[in-house]
């Protein structure tokens, strides 16, 4: 018996051990400090969605490093790696798993994780450290300059890498390989071994330029994307309502208690939504750190923006178009599923529209993945080793891995790394939540008294702890 497979012991142990992880631990956690912080923020996510599109066209302030990186520039790189395998294949997989009702699920939490990516990057801005170039920081910063905690530090720094920097990238390179079988009927190992190839080539050199070319590829795949699946729904504007309330009565719907279904909606309903739109799991603020504003809340609105624009525009154009096309009761999962909705609706070409589009998104990931790793390898040690061996790992083994590995394994794996990571980083920010209520109110009171740009110094609250750098 392969043991990758989806019947494989080790499947089998591992789907296990996650579907615990999740049932009886984070979905609580998760939920619990979304819940939290909306009431003790006053639903920052939702009342000021307003001030939150008006600081994605404020320019950067000039000063600090040389390399000044804007809101909206963070904004758009905190997308790109968001948008991706989540919003088309960890869609289906929601659907297919979980039924249609999981789709209301994924936009609850995204609605509360509002709220939750908000204070991880304000945080995030607020321990931020002065770096070559431009400015660093993220969860292992705010947790070994703020709480002072620096083994907890390093162990969220080991368990970045090994989430996104190793069974991600099996995720992705799963995602992909299934992807061009479906289309092209290609050989699925044969296409692994070539992302790894590349992949490698990418990690030992290169990164940078291949990096500029997706920054322009994705977007325009994303939008193109994102057109198509609007084009597809006016298509069927009037299956819109019946999509509704096929979402809304499966969430909450009788048959899902009576058959014993009601956890698996909610359970994959939340897990895929959080691997979209990562609000809590504590990778988005590397990005939100490294923004030249003149104050922390401004970074915080801004992603806490992207949750929404993760989860409410692009997952639901998938989920949309897979309800519409009605095959989601065909036994086909992940990305699978969202080739034969979208050629449902306009024919084989759709197959492979998605095909070339998940390749970029997902393609891209891998190489945003591997920066994450890197980043914090280099948070952990400089000896150049480290660096090696984790390159091979990333670009090589876990890229193959992925290839010849089930979905259901790739997906189990990614879940379980993703459960401890969000945990570590929820243990983190809970604590230091107060310092983000507190600079929530500091730039409501600049903005009550008439100030349009609120800026902040690090004097204006003098009860604030730990080793703050960047606002003296």
């Known amino acids: ?26 979905i609580i956690l ?55 395998t989540g919003n088309l294949a960890g869609v289906a997989t929601a659907i297919a798993m979980g039924g249609p009702g999981a789709v209301f699920w994924m936009w609850m939490i995204a609605l509360i994780g509002g709220a939750t990516a908000f204070i991880e990057s304000t945080l ?17 910063y705010y947790i070994k300059y703020g709480l002072g905690r620096k083994w907890m530090a390093a162990l969220f720094a080991v368990l970045i890498t090994l989430t996104f920097g190793l069974s991600y990238n099996s995720v992705q390179s799963n995602t992909i390989c299934s992807a061009m079988h479906q289309a092209f009927g290609w050989n699925e190992i044969v296409v692994g071994a070539i992302i790894s190839v590349v992949s490698l080539v990418i990690a030992f050199g290169g990164i940078q330029r291949i990096a500029r070319v997706s920054a322009v590829i994705v977007p325009l795949m994303a939008v193109g994307y994102f057109i198509l699946a609007l084009v597809i729904v006016l298509m069927n ?21 009576t058959g014993g279904l009601l956890g698996m909606t909610v359970m994959y309903g939340i897990k895929r939504g959080l691997f979209s739109n990562e609000a809590g799991e504590g990778s988005a603020p590397n990005v939100a750190a490294t923004a030249s504003v003149s104050h922390p809340v401004k970074q915080g609105l801004v992603q806490a923006l992207g949750v929404f624009t993760d989860t409410f525009l692009v997952c639901s154009c998938t989920a949309f178009i897979i309800l519409i096309s009605g095959v989601y009761s065909s036994g086909a999962n992940g990305i699978a599923l969202t080739q034969e909705a979208m050629q449902s609706q306009i024919g084989h070409w759709g197959k492979v529209f998605i095909a070339i589009a998940i390749f970029f998104f997902a393609f891209s990931s891998i190489i945003g993945n591997y920066y994450y790793g890197e980043t914090n390898i280099q948070f952990l040690t400089r000896k150049r080793w480290a660096l090696v061996v984790f390159r ?8 193959m891995l992925g290839a010849l590995a089930s979905l259901n394994f790739v997906w189990s794996l990614g879940d379980i790394c993703m459960a401890m990571l969000t945990a570590c980083n929820l243990a983190a920010i809970i604590p230091l939540s107060k310092y983000a209520f507190k600079l929530l109110k500091n730039y409501q009171d600049q903005k009550r008294n008439g100030i349009a740009s609120p800026t902040f110094k690090r004097d204006m609250l003098p009860d604030l702890k730990g080793d703050i750098q960047c606002w003296d």
């Not at 504007?237 to 208690?257: C, N, R």
Request: charged share 15%.
């Open 1 to 26: 018996m392969d043991i990758f497979a989806s019947d494989g012991w080790l499947t089998m142990a591992i789907t296990s051990v996650n579907d615990f992880v999740w049932t009886y631990i984070l």
């Open 30 to 84: 998760l939920v619990g400090c979304g819940l939290y912080f909306t009431w003790r923020t006053r639903f920052v996510q939702l009342r000021m969605v307003g001030e939150m599109v008006r600081l994605i066209a404020e320019p950067s302030v000039k000063t600090g490093p040389k390399k000044h990186i804007s809101a909206f520039q963070a904004f758009a790189v905190s997308v790109a790696t968001r948008v991706g």
């Open 124 to 140: 995030a801005q607020l321990y931020k450290r002065h770096g070559d170039d431009s400015y660093k920081g993220g969860p292992a």
């Open 237 to 257: 504007y009037q299956l819109v309502p019946h999509v509704f309330k096929v979402i809304i009565t499966e969430a909450f719907g009788l048959g899902q208690f």
């Open 392 to 399: 091979l790992f990333s670009g090589g083994v876990m890229v």
